[in-house]
């Protein structure tokens, strides 16, 4: 890190709103579309048919099948605000119809007192807020007011903001150090982060009090969830389902990331959802409520996941059996998890970290992962979903339509409708440019209306045209990341060379821009070769491909079957073609094959297997699994080292 | 394979008893003194504290703990086996008591109509043979018949032989074809080589007839064990277990190779201890029964196994979820279940295969089996067991000196333990020697008393030198196994150098042998590099170091950590020390190995890891994790290849 770039960053910019930016872009475009046209009528109809829109209704007897499941409501939750990210953007009267309709049945379910959560109402009723660690209640109120924030600024409707703060309000009256009030927290972090919004949206600091509790009360002693289940005499909701929690109680408490108070602790762990939720909420009590010492544990912890546990696709939790972390360097390709949720809570983290200081090295993950493991998670048609993404395939893993525990495909969908956000950043006299998609902002210098449009075809072309328009020339500091992995960069402003440097790796440009005054940033998209650590034993002499933010994988549609009985040479060049899936470019190169016909019937033998020459084809991890099933690979092995 | 050695030598030769042979040998004596004097007298301490022996006073009353499991009287029946073999060499009193102790509580816990076991007459008495599939029961007949025979044939006593017929002729009259008889088989494979031992023993056909109708009635249609279940209304003993097994049900058919009659059956599949034990009673039934139609089911079985699902240790069943086999060429290193007991059961049959026809192809794999996966499955002093031996880990795989599940402690005691019957045959005019071991055998050739005495100090040298003892000439053919993996191997008998090649890899030399007349064998143990097929991707690019029958591995206390950062170059030569765990010869070699100083919080770089020389030291892989714990590695990268 340079300096501290951030400091003054800090209060400078924000995010800009959904409806002031526009994205009309070869790349997104056509995906964002799907997600419109797709994704979200899919995902509405798996909420009907699977009975969770109903059992908002709460007729469920006992007896009833199906029972609702304690994380039902989030998924309605997360539709909705997806739904409303996309309605911030372009109109669509049915979709506001059916949201309007969700709503309706989320305002009915909610009780006299504000409390709201189908399962506790109708399955458990009388058991409300006596198992937080397992049974995802404050989950499930993070992602009603997440919804009802995203909502209202979409619509400038209230019906869900209004059912959401008086939750929160509730809740804001049950939990805290006061007397007669709960000392607990949620045992799935969410509930932080959603407080912040709403804090936001509304002005009310009671909720940035409350989040600041609820990640403060955090891992302190006594346990929580020790008193919690003592109190209730009962396994708990997953009780079943972890048989050793009893034996092993260190691991469990860092299972949720209770087990040390937040600011002392100094490693990623546990479920790689809940670290993602909590360490974002800790940014924005950084963002808004300048706690510097918070900032200090987000850098440490930011900097033992990017240089101990995070996969070259920035996809993060190594391991299934706590969808989460394992240990450092401990990154397997065919077994990773590497959750599309968690590298999406990684783009949350990484999003509020670039405000809280502007440092490259949060955007250039932000973009690491969006561009491969979050998008992976979504089929190029937009019906299909990964859970988990692997690094490597022997050919059975596969896209499905909807998962039984469904966080993955709205969370999707919600970050995919709300990219926007992540594009550019305003503040007094500043706008900043984080990524790279054509279509442009809105906003205002000194009550001037000025549009920043962005012309590009990144990520297959290197050249990004930033064009300011204004009725008048307007002084303004035009910031622009250039990536990290951008070599040899170029930039011009205004038709003269401009030094591509700049601190925590943005270039400022500050002067009095005229209507039609550009900025052009080449990006060196040379194809690159990428090395993991020596102590990451999977990647040991082995290489993976990446042009721009695009990791590269081998198919075996592409390369024929035995992928791991291919070899890149360490000299041979890497070219470009245009045949990927959708039209994306490839990266080609002369390899090795170890051949098989010489070893019918032998499984061992003291001759090593003769090469041949393969042609080596890599089309983007993001588009892998479009076309026929099949072996896939990154890290591909290199010979011919000196 | 060339012609069919194998016919005539099917009738000529059989294993000599144990009582024929000597052991003194450097390698394998303190081994299995180790045996005599730790593991039997832990083992049996085990069988006490556990409650395994106690149980068979069937003084059990529901409530009391522990239950009884249904394994627990195999787990008794494989200590006498291994304690019979014991006696039949080394006579020991103490021993002898604890043995006919345990008989007598085996005789006593036998119901007036011979039925024997423990579990179906106190926890579910009336139930028995009602859940076959799940329950053991038949299995656990099969390890008390093998007790039984193994016990008279070392002691001469009939108290155990006696009950074992008992429980035989009870189900003999219980199970076949005929009226009023139950057409079922077991789940797990065991009864039916125990039957083939006790027919051997007694020359009582119906045990050969039984144990053909257990192997052919397996697999047919309709399945036995969905009737059974039908029959039974509850999901069996291991109904929790598998929760996938009504969704799967040609999965579980494999799982217990009943998916198909055996005759028909061309791919081994499932449960690999199961497997293996059906194999070697359908070799018994090539022997024994002439059976031509199960010896090419056996050759084809065989030959999948050995081309397609074998590790390099001779450990097999790569995968945990079912212990056993998963798909061709899915071998990998550090998940590999690879059970001690399916090694084990792999020397069972391929010992009966090289009986079935002279070819080195058995014995070789069988030696692979015995000096790697099983010996491994030990620790040196004797006390401590391996279930699953991998191939690599990262340093948390350590032996456990008892297992709930107890199968590998006893079968490796009962297989070490009767060493001598897989070093030599013989048989009208012939011996042949399988394994290189210092000792000595006892026969007769027309009437001649004769000793052929072997001294070796192989494994870590490779001359053997067998001499002739007898008090007159003998007309004697002596065949010598070469294997396959000696290159450049020398021969002379009686001082005159003979050709190395024979039928089948065996020499065989037909003379008159007078008294001190010698065969001298010099065996090539020049360390070799050794590939795997490249299908097997975990294998990829790396080469596994053998010398002679030894399969080497490299262990973090020679080689310190990070072993994935290790690479050897193509052309380096291979040396050996006598530096290796108890005295074992380590192969040395000059390698490199990958830097991580210049990593520093660095995960990903486009530069290439900066290699530094490494000294590689590479043990065998019997003597792992005999030293402090770490990271072992069998196959290692290899560099610089052309």
């Known amino acids: 890190m340079t300096g501290e770039p951030g400091s003054a960053g800090r209060q400078r910019v924000a995010p800009l709103p959904l409806g002031q930016v526009r994205i009309d872009d070869d790349f997104w475009s056509p995906r964002i579309r799907r997600l419109r046209e797709q994704t979200l009528p899919v995902q509405y109809a798996r909420l009907v048919e699977t009975g969770r829109l109903d059992a908002l209704r709460l007729t469920w007897r006992p007896g009833d099948e199906p029972v609702p499941h304690v994380f039902w409501?989030?998924?309605?939750?997360?539709?909705?605000?997806?739904?409303?990210?996309?309605?911030?953007?372009?109109?669509?009267?049915e979709l506001e119809s059916r949201v309007d309709g969700a709503i309706e049945l989320l305002a009915g379910a909610q009780q006299p007192d504000g409390y709201l959560n189908t399962y506790f109402t109708v399955v458990q009723p009388g058991r409300r807020f006596t198992d937080l660690r397992d049974a995802h209640e404050l989950y499930c109120a993070g992602h009603l007011i997440e919804a009802g924030v995203a909502h209202h600024e979409a619509t400038g409707k209230r019906s869900l903001l209004d059912v959401a703060c008086r939750y929160a309000d509730l809740l804001d009256r049950e939990f805290g150090r006061g007397p007669g009030q709960r000392r607990g927290y949620d045992g799935h972090e969410e509930i932080e982060l959603a407080l912040m919004k709403l804090y936001r949206a509304t002005g009310a600091e009671r909720y940035l009090r409350l989040a600041a509790y609820f990640v403060d009360e955090r891992g302190q002693e006594p346990y929580y969830f020790d008193l919690e289940a003592e109190e209730r005499g009962t396994p708990g909701y997953f009780g079943d389902h972890f048989a050793d929690r009893e034996a092993d109680p260190r691991r469990y408490r860092e299972y949720l990331q209770a087990h040390l108070p937040v600011r002392k602790q100094t490693e990623v762990v546990g479920h790689a959802?809940?670290?993602?939720?909590?360490?974002?909420?800790?940014?924005?009590?950084?963002?808004?409520?300048?706690?510097?010492?918070?900032?200090?544990?987000?850098?440490?912890?930011w900097r033992h996941l990017t240089t101990r546990r995070m996969y070259v696709t920035g996809g993060i939790g190594?391991?299934?059996?706590?969808?989460?972390?394992?240990?450092?360097?401990?990154l397997p390709n065919e077994t990773a998890y590497a959750e599309t949720c968690a590298a999406i809570g990684l783009v949350f983290w990484a999003h509020r970290m670039v405000h809280a200081e502007r440092d490259r090295r949060y955007a250039d993950v932000l973009e690491r992962a969006l561009y491969n493991a979050v998008l992976a998670g979504v089929s190029l048609d937009g019906t299909r979903f990964f859970y988990d993404n692997p690094l490597a395939s022997a050919g059975a893993v596969q896209r499905r339509e909807w998962f039984g525990v469904a966080c993955c495909p709205p969370n999707l969908a919600r970050l995919l409708a709300s990219?926007?956000?992540?594009?550019?950043?305003?503040?007094?006299?500043?706008?900043?440019?984080?990524?790279?998609?054509?279509?442009?902002?809105?906003?205002?210098?000194?009550?001037?209306?000025?549009?920043?449009?962005?012309?590009?075809?990144y990520p297959w072309d290197g050249r990004v045209r930033l064009s300011v328009r204004a009725e008048r020339p307007v002084p303004l500091t035009l910031s622009v990341r250039v990536p990290g992995w951008s070599r040899r960069t170029r930039l011009t402003v205004a038709g003269e060379e401009h030094?591509?440097?700049?601190?925590?790796g943005y270039v400022s440009v500050r002067r009095t821009w005229r209507d039609g005054d550009e900025l052009v940033l080449d990006l060196d998209l040379s194809p690159r070769r990428t090395y993991a650590h020596p102590a990451v034993a999977a990647d040991a002499g082995r290489v993976a491909l990446e042009r721009g933010p695009l990791v590269?994988?081998?198919?075996?549609?592409?390369?024929g079957d035995r992928l791991s009985a291919l070899a890149l040479p360490a000299g041979a060049p890497l070219h470009t073609a245009s045949t990927g899936p959708d039209g994306a470019l490839s990266l080609l190169a002369e390899g090795m094959?170890?051949?098989?016909?010489?070893?019918?019937d032998i499984l061992y033998r003291n001759d090593p297997p003769s090469r041949q020459p393969a042609r080596l084809v890599a089309v983007p991890y993001c588009t892998w699994a479009n076309r026929e099933p099949g072996e896939m690979l990154v890290w591909v092995r290199e010979t011919g080292l000196p």
């Open 73 to 93: 409501d989030s998924d309605v939750a997360k539709w909705i605000e997806a739904a409303s990210y996309s309605l911030a953007t372009v109109p669509d009267p």
């Open 273 to 301: 959802v809940r670290a993602m939720y909590l360490y974002s909420a800790m940014a924005d009590l950084v963002l808004d409520n300048g706690d510097e010492s918070l900032l200090d544990t987000c850098r440490t912890l």
């Open 318 to 330: 190594s391991t299934a059996d706590i969808e989460g972390f394992s240990t450092d360097f401990d």
């Open 419 to 457: 990219l926007g956000r992540y594009v550019y950043s305003a503040g007094p006299g500043e706008a900043v440019v984080h990524l790279f998609v054509a279509g442009g902002a809105r906003f205002e210098v000194g009550g001037v209306p000025v549009e920043l449009e962005q012309q590009t075809r």
């Open 499 to 504: 030094d591509p440097v700049g601190q925590g």
């Open 552 to 559: 590269h994988c081998l198919e075996q549609v592409d390369n």
């Open 593 to 600: 094959r170890d051949g098989a016909d010489d070893w019918q």
